[in-house]
């Protein structure tokens, strides 16, 4: 193979590129743009309802800001490698953060719901070059024997806008505008950017190879059909569901992106994505644990505020702070996953945390109308713990044995499967939502006998309750009651939906357990494998 050497690219008198100290001031300037990428696809969520009401817009309309971000992002994730390869490191991150500030800049000044959800297709530009990069410059400073703690520390800047951005959203929404959301990444941003020209040298390959636009084209379409029938497999405006023309054309113009981008990808000489990398062990059946994560795990993000705020009455501040102690959680485990991942076979903090994830999931299938915040958080405090043990240790078993140069390459593959399995998970949860609620409505409904003692004992109860708070007499008060009832009847069984998909994500999340097993985790100090690594 090749020897990969480096360029450094103008003189940096501020930090010396040899010095210890270096590669750390590089991991915190990658903290950076992180934190604002992983944050913006949480904060957004707690706005929702104030941009439906200042545009006068529909909800299948204001999806559509989460959707375009999501959208973009996996579409740019495939090309960060062959960008910073051909432009260099450096300046492609640097690129990555002025895309991205300059499209939270734009969705602040946003006048209809349309502007928004073009300049939201921006921001994810630009985040969708910010993850894969940043982690393909830290597994690049790094050596192998440290990468684990790199890694980890990485892991704190994800873990923590994971749980701020919720209730950072929530707090800035109740208290000043849906725009100021936007407004927070703008001074973030060009702090990164500064930072980014001054601490990092420039780094690409000798060998830059020709642009697979046909992988490209048939990728974007693959992945952009894909998001967008999974999206709006169950939109309200899509009244039969995932039989729907649209639904299903979708899903062919998909595969035939996935076809041609195949045929492509394995016929020529620089494909967009090398899926030779798969030929990795590790780096695939890691690839394919984190599919079954995030079916699992992101697929089930969005239930818990749904509970929160539907079921109990929560605020959106309230529903997302929440989620803070959980992130700091993470952001403490991370770092020690790291080190243990380096000191010890990385696979034992891997299953750990696998099982606590499931643990944690499993309890929150026990929720009720009547749930105590310490039973909701009790369960969230496991989860943290399962997530923090786990991807920091997953993500050193995947890239132990990917050479430098495809570095790029391998953290963009790895970052596009994750978000293709947590979209996947998004669809099927939602599904199973819908669908559970309609099955427990019907038992829950079949089994009340309107002439049983109980019932009308209840129903007594409630005419009075009625007619104490609203006044009124005969037929109109025992309507209400009845009515009350029945929106009794409804959230218990939403109550019991919810539940459910809680449940099948921690048996999704158990799956997980037996690939780990398979991986191999036994460290060669061969003189080839450390020429490979170098």
């Known amino acids: 193979m090749a020897e990969i050497r480096s360029r450094v690219i103008g003189n940096i008198p501020s930090l010396h590129h040899e010095h210890s100290s270096y590669k750390w001031w590089v991991l915190a300037n990658i903290m950076v743009g992180t934190f ?29 800001v989460l959707t375009a971000y999501l959208l973009v992002f996996a579409v740019m994730l495939p090309t960060s490698g062959w960008v910073a390869d051909h432009f260099g ?63 980890g520390f990485w892991g704190i800047a994800a873990a923590a806008s994971v749980s701020l951005g919720p209730m950072v959203g929530g707090y800035l929404v109740d208290n000043f505008s849906w725009q100021s959301i936007f407004d927070v990444n703008i001074p973030v941003g060009i702090v990164g950017m500064i ?24 990728m974007s379409v693959f992945l952009t059909f894909l998001l967008l029938a999974l999206s709006n497999g169950n939109s309200s405006w899509n009244t039969n569901g995932w039989t729907s023309d649209f639904i299903l054309t979708c899903f062919g113009l998909s595969l035939v992106g996935l076809v041609v981008f195949l045929a492509t990808d394995l016929s020529i000489k620089n494909p967009l994505i090398e899926l ?42 309230q529903s997302g702070l929440v989620f803070f102690p959980v992130g700091v959680i993470q952001a403490i485990m991370s770092p020690l996953s790291g080190i243990m991942s380096d000191k010890i076979n990385p696979k034992i903090p891997a299953f750990i945390g696998v099982v606590l994830l499931a643990i944690g999931l499993f309890l929150q299938s026990n929720l ?16 943290g713990f399962g997530m923090g043990m786990l991807f920091t240790p997953l993500s050193t078993i995947a890239l132990m044995k990917i050479p430098r140069i495809k570095m790029a390459q391998a953290s963009g593959l790895f970052n596009v499967i994750r978000q293709i399995g947590g979209s996947f998970g998004v669809a ?66 939403f109550v019991q939906a919810i539940n459910d998909d809680f449940y099948l994500a921690g048996a999704i999340t158990l799956l997980c357990l037996v690939p780990i097993l398979f991986l191999r985790t036994k460290k060669k100090k061969s003189k080839e494998h450390i020429a490979i690594m170098e």
Request: with cysteine; glycine share 8%; charged share 10%.
């Open 89 to 151: 490191y450096k300046r492609t991150y640097f690129f990555a953060l002025f895309l991205f500030t300059l499209g939270s800049f734009l969705c602040s000044l946003s006048w209809s719901e349309d502007a928004l959800i073009g300049f939201r297709l921006v921001q994810g530009a630009g985040a969708g070059f910010l993850m894969p990069v940043g982690m393909a410059i830290i597994t690049r400073e790094f050596p192998p024997e440290k990468r684990g703690i790199a890694l």
């Open 428 to 493: 099927i949860f939602g599904t199973m939502l819908t669908r559970r609620i309609i099955y427990h409505s019907a038992l829950n409904g079949a089994a009340v006998n309107q002439y049983s003692a109980t019932f009308r004992d209840i129903q007594y109860h409630m005419q009075n309750f009625v007619q104490q708070t609203n006044g009124g007499n005969g037929n109109s008060v025992i309507v209400k009651a009845q009515a009350l009832i029945g929106q009794h009847i409804v959230s218990q069984a």
């Open 195 to 218: 930072a980014t020209y001054l601490i990092q040298r420039e780094y690409k390959t000798e060998q830059t190879r020709s642009f697979d636009f046909i992988g490209f084209i048939s």
């Open 368 to 383: 009720s109308l009547f749930s105590e915040h310490a039973q909701i958080m009790g369960a969230l405090y496991v989860r």
């Open 36 to 64: 604002m990428a992983v944050l913006d696809a949480t904060v957004v969520n707690v706005a929702l309802n104030k941009m439906m009401t200042t545009f006068g817009t529909s909800v299948d309309k204001i999806e559509w």
């Open 276 to 317: 030779s990398l798969l030929k990795d062990f590790n780096f695939s059946v890691t690839n394919g644990i984190l599919f079954i994560f995030g079916m699992g795990l992101f697929g089930s993000t969005f239930l818990l505020p749904l509970f929160l705020q539907s079921s109990l009455n929560y605020t959106a501040l």
